[in-house]
């Protein structure tokens, strides 16, 4: 069944034990992800990664996984991303078997009015849909006072804009800077504080430069150009959260494209219909990348800077500088050996 707008939030705090199914789609894949996020918080549930895949050459398996009895490890929520049409007889027989024990969510791109998958999805009693939409920069600013105020912040007047903008309007990075705010301040909700330019200053992470290039030339596997553009960068490493995000950004975009062509569809269809979104000067690079990189090594590299972002934010942080270098080359040769 398809989850209206206004009712999300209830039907993933409070589950209902009789869904097995959660399609999770749309453009914005960032909100996609947290809403699967956060239903394994309420289902206080660990994740066990499924791959498309896997499950498009052995579609018993899904159903088998849901149907396992956990004697020690506690709940279990079955992760796909990204899914594509590549798992509908998966998911069919998933819907299809007796009562399960674990759940799964689909973590998904944009879907068409003909994709099967989304259609099951969406009429069946034993699923949930919902298709997650980019946020304007007005959603953006909301969203952002609704979450300070979840971490005990109160954000004071044009500081909601300046961190949504920051952040690119990026759901997962506006909880992440939150988070980190939150801590810098000693916050809690029982213990509220004022969010002010100052605090934002001393350790928001300033997303205005543009470092796509950096990310692109790693992407790419363009090593003498990257090592080029990397001795340009500030040898204190202020530079290094900044790049990250722009290479983050860059993942985000180029995976629902290679899981839609994964899935089946053709590349020249697939990006086509990017239309107006896809900037037409960025187009041959991307068109590249999609192609050098398959779902599984944009994975891989997601949760490799994701890794790094977090240990430059510990106490313990290696040299950023350094650390940036060499995670950027290290992504560099595994575009060459592709």
């Known amino acids: 069944m398809k989850a209206a ?3 999300i939030f209830r039907a993933i705090d409070d589950p209902d034990s009789k869904v097995r199914f959660y399609l999770f789609h749309g453009p914005d894949e960032s909100q996609s992800s947290a809403l699967g996020e956060r239903l394994a918080s309420a289902l206080k549930a660990t994740k066990q ?20 009895i956990e004697m020690f490890d506690g709940a279990k929520l079955l992760w796909i991303q990204p899914a594509g049409e590549e798992i509908l007889a998966a998911v069919q027989g998933l ?6 024990e674990n759940p799964v969510v689909a973590i998904a791109g944009r879907l068409t009015k003909a994709s099967k998958l989304l259609k099951l999805a969406d009429d069946h009693p034993l699923a949930l849909s919902y298709v997650s939409y980019e946020l304007d920069s007005r959603e953006a600013e909301r969203l ?23 952040c690119g309007n990026d759901r ?21 504080k004022d969010l002010d330019r100052m605090a934002l200053d001393a350790v928001g992470a300033d997303m205005g430069g543009d470092f796509s290039n950096l990310a692109d ?9 990257l090592g080029a553009e990397l001795s340009r960068l500030d040898a204190s490493g202020r530079d290094a959260i900044p790049v990250i995000r722009s290479l983050q950004r860059r993942l985000q975009m180029l995976a629902p494209i290679r899981a839609r062509i994964e899935a089946g569809e053709r590349p020249q269809v ?66 060459r050996r592709r």
Do not use: H
């Open 172 to 192: 997962r990075m506006i909880v992440k800077e939150l988070a980190k705010l939150a801590l810098y301040l000693d916050a809690s909700p029982n213990a509220p």
């Open 144 to 166: 952002v006072t609704d979450l300070a105020r979840a971490e005990g912040l109160r954000p004071q007047p044009g500081i909601s804009a300046r961190l949504a903008e920051s």
């Open 49 to 68: 990664a499924l791959t498309s895949g896997t499950l498009r050459s052995d579609p018993a398996l899904l159903a088998d996984e849901a149907g396992a």
């Open 217 to 225: 030339l790693a992407l790419a596997g363009d090593s003498r150009a």
């Open 270 to 335: 697939v990006m086509t219909s990017l239309g107006k979104s896809l900037f037409w000067k960025d187009k041959p690079l991307v068109e590249k990348l999609v192609a050098s990189w398959d779902s599984a090594g944009l994975a891989r590299v997601a949760e490799r800077t994701g890794a790094l972002e977090r240990q430059l934010m510990s106490a313990n942080a290696p040299p950023p500088a350094e650390a940036l270098g060499e995670e950027l080359i290290t992504i560099a040769r595994q575009a």
């Open 5 to 7: 707008k206004g009712g």
């Open 95 to 100: 819907l299809e078997a007796a009562p399960c």
